[in-house]
């Protein structure tokens, strides 16, 4: 029972996917190579998320700041893992005001270089730390092949970048991030279960010590990379030279992190949720929570019917996110269609026959067609409305757990890994080295996700060396 | 009565607002010519602005959208005067991923190019219109002498983009914009009075047919453009192809506007507000309205005291943007210092004598030293603070609309033009042409800053060329 302009994931979820970026106007691409045009829609998204974040990321201690978005170049070459890995993917700024720079200057890809600079001439003593600054930015990386939202040469995101005392403050920045900010976020927020877990030394970040993750599963099985938090050490401390004074006046190099999380959000939330007649959302990200369809034919059923919506809905601004679709020139059928396709959770009709019963007919959208209609009292609509949209955001979570955990494997050996890692995540005893992962990404395309927190009590074999360990992986295919 | 690190108004108006900059720990220059740090408090400051802009355009029917930062270099050159006003400055990228470009991407300017060549996509019907778009973004402009928020090369701001089926309803929208959006922020919210008005062709945007603006005065007399409204008329639509059928299935092309507000506005409120001590912030732009600094020496004090505090400000969050400055390694008059130069409103101190009387002392910011210190007792604390928020949000307008007023001249003649444009604001009759303008510009670095909309009833004798005329224009030197 797909839509028209969906493609169902069944038949190609690739295009599925595209399908609905296109047809819910959340992104269309630009006449500028990989850069994508983020439509109202899919930015009203974006401002939620980003808001969510935000309130946690300054509870959480942090205050915002704005760094450059040029980069000298010569800034990127100091970290020497860093420009190894960034180097290869940055677009430079060669030509500016009609004369050639003297040094190329590098569109960001990533904030360290010229954050880890600043705060080199910020940081003196002991007294000034922690620095807890976070900035919200576009970034550039010169990706090959890109895909809306998952991978854009441009893309917006916030990045954190603290400096401490200790290397345990900084550990304890690095998992407080990932735990209280991006995990609540993603799962409180996005209604997204996620794995938790420390990267292995192939997947951490270019330039970090450690680099923790949390995974989100998509409905094909693969694994998105929702929010990663890094552990530096004093990596970028001793290539941009932030030091502090202690305070028995000893000179030391900070410790430092940085976290991020991005317009990618809304790839993980697209293909967490939806389904073959579009999109669905969790009603907190959700830019409008319910729409009311007006229904009538004549003038005076118009006017009747009107005036009982703005009636029911005339306590519900600041309450709910809504909107009366009252356009006169679109079919019931379209609007229906319309809202669904845009992911709105709750849609109320309400016509002439309506108002004789006293009832409205309310469609939550993550019960599609008739299963998820029914008619309700207009007395206590709005209490209805909360409860309803409060049970979606529960039912929305409970439904990606209840995915997750069952496309979660177990795997005795490498041939039941292959087998199981085409449906989903595979959960396993792993003591290999970072050669065992190339090969393994390169027969299965399958990378560590995440080294979880809750790791096995028990040694157990591994799947690819045979060999006994306590250490737990979980693998996939990912975005 | 300076500060130490803050030269004076008198001495040095320039000196003073990078010394402001710098002691209140706004901005700071970075690695990367023309383009500024911006520090946790002047970005707090930010979002304020922001937020309240943000409201605003979203109150008057806009939404948010997002459009790539590069553009390439065949867009800008399609409209004739928009590439002539930009090319100069732009920054420009010929390398990216390791490869050379085919064609170079300048980083945005300005969107209206990207923008329109988006909405010749978008904009089928007359049932499409109006597109009423704003976005969130930084740019660049390769200024050759920069200045932190007045002129950097990369700038924060909003901008609009909107697109009308007819020329009245473009002309509406400029003029909403620059009353309901810009004026309302910056008068009713930054505290400063401005002049509404119209561009000279002279001073318009690089493809406007008209620019409105809002111009504030700064102490030094000169004036600082703080929000630009442009009606593109058809120049756009025609350089982009941007067409709609009527609902009589006729082809047209659409009427368009742009409008951006920036980080600018920061370098607007220090200059319209703050003293020789530091900077002055209304309180609704204050990021810290409150900031309270208890005073002891023993520890049994220090607990009396911290306690007194708990109870007096256990109603304030979300009432009060508030902070308790319990830092021990500080002296009392370090810190009254510190929060007076960062601007916070109002400043509370409390000690063991205050307990006994129930009293605190309460000093406000916009009147220095003693004058602005009372002793106020505990009891209604809240209520008293609330109201003097309030107040000096008020005394701040209108102590800068009295010197508006007063550094408002008028001119018989070019002899006193000279001399009160040295001081302030001119107005005056004035039926010269673009040739006089240059002319008087080369003479008296004045400009027209607009032409009011509030004209004169009767016809007068132009300053400049003895013509008689009804049109008034207000010069002024300008940031």
Same mark, same amino acid.
């Given at each position: 029972?797909?839509?028209?302009?969906?493609?169902?994931?069944d038949?190609?979820?690739?295009?599925?996917?595209?399908?609905?970026?296109?047809?819910?106007?959340?992104?269309?691409?630009?006449?500028?190579?990989?850069?994508?045009?983020?439509?109202?829609?899919?930015?009203?998204?974006?401002?939620?998320?980003?808001?969510?974040?935000?309130?946690?990321?300054?509870?959480?201690?942090?205050?915002?700041?704005?760094?450059?978005?040029?980069?000298?170049?010569?800034?990127?070459?100091?970290?020497?893992?860093?420009?190894?890995?960034?180097?290869?993917?940055?677009?430079?700024?060669?030509r500016?005001?009609?004369?050639?720079?003297a040094?190329?200057?590098?569109?960001?890809?990533?904030?360290?270089?010229?954050?880890?600079?600043?705060?080199?001439?910020?940081?003196?003593?002991?007294?000034?730390?922690?620095?807890?600054?976070?900035?919200?930015?576009?970034?550039?990386?010169?990706?090959?092949?890109?895909?809306?939202?998952?991978?854009?040469?441009?893309?917006?995101?916030?990045?954190?970048?603290?400096?401490?005392?200790?290397?345990?403050?900084?550990?304890?920045?690095?998992?407080?991030?990932?735990?209280?900010?991006?995990?609540?976020?993603?799962?409180?927020?996005?209604?997204?279960?996620?794995?938790?877990?420390?990267?292995?030394?192939?997947?951490?970040?270019?330039?970090?010590?450690?680099?923790?993750?949390?995974?989100?599963?998509?409905?094909?099985?693969?694994?998105?990379?929702?929010?990663?938090?890094?552990?530096?050490?004093?990596?970028?401390?001793?290539?941009?030279?932030?030091?502090?004074?202690?305070?028995?006046?000893?000179?030391?190099?900070?410790?430092?992190?940085?976290?991020g999380?991005?317009?990618?959000?809304?790839?993980?939330?697209?293909?967490?949720?939806?389904?073959?007649?579009?999109?669905?959302?969790?009603?907190?990200?959700?830019?409008?929570?319910?729409?009311?369809?007006?229904?009538?034919?004549?003038?005076?059923?118009?006017?009747?019917?009107?005036?009982?919506?703005?009636?029911?809905?005339?306590?519900?601004?600041?309450?709910?996110?809504?909107?009366?679709?009252?356009?006169?020139?679109?079919?019931?059928?379209?609007?229906?269609?319309?809202?669904?396709?845009?992911?709105?959770?709750v849609?109320? &009709?309400?016509?002439? #026959?309506?108002?004789? !019963?006293?009832t =409205?007919? +309310?469609?939550r959208? %993550?019960?599609?067609?008739?299963? /998820?209609?029914?008619?309700?009292?207009?007395?206590?609509?709005?209490?209805?409305?909360?409860?309803?949209?409060?049970?979606?955001?529960?039912?929305?979570?409970?439904?990606?757990?209840?995915?997750q955990?069952?496309?979660?494997?177990?795997?005795?050996?490498?041939?039941?890994f292959?087998?199981?890692?085409?449906?989903?995540?595979?959960?396993?005893?792993?003591?290999?080295?970072?050669?065992? &992962?190339?090969?393994? #990404?390169?027969?299965? !395309?399958?990378? =560590?996700? +995440?080294?979880?927190? %809750?790791?096995?009590e028990?040694? /157990?074999?591994?799947?690819?060396?045979?060999r006994?360990?306590?250490?737990?992986?979980?693998?996939?295919?990912?975005?």
């Open positions: 029972m797909a839509k028209a302009g969906i493609t169902t994931r038949k190609d979820y690739s295009q599925w996917y595209l399908d609905i970026v296109d047809q819910a106007d959340l992104a269309e691409n630009s006449g500028v190579r990989g850069c994508m045009v983020i439509k109202p829609h899919g930015y009203a998204i974006w401002e939620l998320i980003r808001d969510a974040l935000d309130q946690r990321i300054k509870e959480t201690g942090h205050v915002n700041a704005y760094f450059p978005l040029l980069i000298p170049k010569s800034y990127l070459m100091k970290e020497a893992e860093h420009i190894e890995g960034f180097a290869p993917e940055v677009a430079e700024v060669t500016a005001g009609g004369e050639e720079l040094e190329p200057l590098v569109i960001r890809p990533t904030s360290e270089t010229i954050i880890g600079a600043t705060y080199a001439k910020w940081i003196r003593s002991w007294r000034d730390l922690p620095v807890l600054i976070n900035q919200w930015a576009n970034v550039m990386r010169w990706e090959m092949r890109t895909r809306p939202f998952l991978r854009t040469a441009e893309f917006l995101w916030q990045e954190g970048h603290t400096a401490h005392a200790t290397e345990e403050e900084a550990e304890q920045e690095t998992l407080k991030i990932l735990h209280d900010v991006y995990a609540d976020v993603v799962e409180n927020v996005m209604a997204i279960p996620v794995y938790r877990g420390l990267k292995t030394e192939r997947e951490r970040f270019a330039g970090a010590v450690r680099t923790y993750s949390i995974e989100a599963m998509m409905q094909d099985g693969k694994a998105l990379q929702a929010g990663t938090s890094h552990n530096l050490g004093q990596n970028f401390a001793h290539s941009f030279e932030i030091k502090y004074q202690t305070s028995d006046n000893r000179e030391e190099y900070c410790w430092t992190t940085s976290w999380a991005s317009t990618r959000l809304i790839g993980a939330l697209i293909m967490a949720h939806s389904d073959d007649d579009g999109l669905v959302l969790p009603p907190k990200v959700a830019p409008l929570q319910v729409v009311l369809v007006p229904i009538f034919k004549t003038d005076e059923e118009r006017s009747m019917v009107l005036e009982a919506v703005a009636r029911l809905t005339a306590g519900w601004k600041g309450r709910f996110r809504f909107k009366i679709d009252d356009r006169d020139n679109l079919s019931m059928g379209f609007k229906a269609n319309e809202w669904e396709v845009k992911g709105v959770p849609r109320v &009709e309400i016509g002439p #026959k309506d108002l004789q !019963k006293g =409205v007919a +309310v469609s959208r %993550d019960r599609p067609g008739r299963e /998820g209609k029914t008619f309700i009292e207009q007395a206590g609509l709005d209490e209805h409305i909360e409860g309803l949209l409060d049970e979606m955001q529960q039912a929305l979570y409970d439904r990606a757990l209840a995915f955990r069952v496309h979660t494997f177990e795997a005795a050996d490498y041939d039941e292959k087998q199981k890692v085409e449906q989903g995540f595979v959960r396993v005893y792993f003591d290999g080295n970072g050669d065992d &992962e190339d090969r393994i #990404k390169a027969e299965t !395309k399958a990378t =560590v996700r +995440v080294l979880p927190f %809750d790791q096995a028990e040694a /157990g074999r591994c799947f690819f060396t045979g006994q360990t306590q250490r737990i992986a979980i693998f996939a295919r990912s975005y």
